[in-house]
């Protein structure tokens, strides 16, 4: 590594955060300030217009630096959170010029050479990177895969349907401008009574999304791909067989977006190859890394986005057993979409590649 | 029939409307008033601290009556819609002063001489109610069972998933007002992106729900019940068993209330004894009595609930076939939970049974 020698010659690796001013940048200039910090430089890279920007990270101003092939000199490990195209051409250039890049894009991640990781669930993954590039799963695999890769270890996972409840965010800062701006359009009136009165309210201010998100729920995300699915929703499906090493799990995911800022949650109803019980199930859950167990409907607990956002876990709760099929366990699941569905992953990731110098 | 003679010699059912200023009284009587007119007098009933007040129904304003014995003479056909306790004393009351009982609560669903009825799927099961009571099915199981009674038909159902998104109005005016309440309070603020800072804001207006539901998503409607499911999920999973007459047909159901005035959303993974296709299942759906298929995602096309909020039909949209499963079926179901979901049905209950005599 190149890295920043330090007093007692311990060498800091040099860290870049490409897309620094997006909705997940942000959260990653967050979580690296919040985290033991093992870095040397932290450079913040994005593009041209937003060059000479000061972001705040471990409490300095750091000036934003444009995306160009000079700006991966010298570092180590640079975390790309990027449109798709952006990250198709210049991942590359930064993995030639000897960074590791941990990115979140969609680019990457089924390619064969390219690890997909998540750190609680396949870190031994990180290791092998043929083109110095690691790809970070999309935020609905993440919202889950904490807390199914822990039952899948003990009970072997076999099935999973996916209801995926979006928040805004996910859409970036202009998801939540435009939920934002929504809500005041529709707050303080009986607009949701007749139909289309919230649309024609909202207007053409519909930002990212197909259709009113105030007092509405969509049942879209992504593009359109083959059959009638999104392309969010194979994500989700290929992007979990990968993970878990499951070339053939059966995964059907809908995804809809509700009016939530930030965190996603998912109704699960997952089948494994034994017989499981929900005690057992809880034990896993409330033990696993990276996961919080909140699931005491009497006492009125189950986890809800407001409570969940900002944190780090993936919470869990409604834990039940099939009443019909001994093998088959429901969950509801929220993760903060921008946290563990992006930036910490991201970080994390990187946290074990600095770890291997 | 008792009814009212009119001039041709036509004998007009009367008909009682008990819970007539609830959130689905209110739209029992548009629905009364917008459908066609078979009614004789239509009594209007509710709590005494609610009489004397008048509502308009068919164009003229009636006056509400106490809910008593009395209130029940002459009346062909009584529509309940009143919290389970009053339903489970009053019901029977109405049916032994001879009336036909059509009742929205959940206390005689279950009841083997009961019968739970939604016309486009079971509607023979209205002759056979030896106690004088027809019930009408929960909101939540109203919203898919139309759309599901017709795949069944043709391919056999054998296994179902649902996550139901439930809007605010299943709670009633109460879930209304809180919704719109909490609304206004976190319009307009930065709110949603730190843990609880919703839930502080809103303090303790969560009036009927167990947790905040601006910018926010709640697993749990109903009370608890064994290992876990709530009555809400229990109730979905008993009644679609019911009305479709597949006693062991394996449901697993987690309800989530949303931040939606009035339609519930349903996202249901639907296992058949056969084969599907995405074609034939939309040829079934397009042509079934009480279904609009919406279903263009290219085109933008899926339902949601601001245009299905006010509509009579089950709307369905995202028709796909499981990618690793040819008998499985994803749909996404909007209905509006106060109109067919409750009022609606349980009108066209009454007028299966007027159309008897």
Redesign the interface.
Known sequence: MAGTGRPGGVVRPTLAVVGATGAVGTVMLQILSQRKDIWGEIRLVASPRSAGRKLAVRGEEVEVVALTEEAFDGVDIALFDVPDEVAGQWAPVAAARGAVVIDTSCVFRMEDEVPLVVPEVNPHAVRLRPRGIIANPNCTTLSVIVALGALHAEFGLREL?V?A?QAASGAGHAGVRTL?EQ??L???T??????????RAVGDNTGPF???VA??????AGT?RE????SEEIKV?EETRKILGLA?????V?C?R?????TH?C?V?ARFENEVT?DRAREILATAPGVVLC?N??A?E??????????DPTWV?????????PT?L?L?VCGDNLRKGSALNTVQIAELVAAEA
Chains 1, 2 share one sequence.
């Open positions: 349907v209801s409840c934002r809500l005041s529709v707050a303080g009986e607009l949701g009574t007749s139909p289309g009165d919230v649309r197909p259709e009113p007092l509405n729920v969509v049942p879209w359109v059959d009638g699915w999104s499906r053939n799990l059966p995964v059907a809908t809809v509700v009016p939530v800022v930030t949650s109704t109803h929900v699931d409907p009497a009125g189950f986890p809800t986005p407001v409570d969940a956002v900002g944190t709760g409604r834990v039940r057993r099939a009443l019909d099929d088959a429901e509801f």
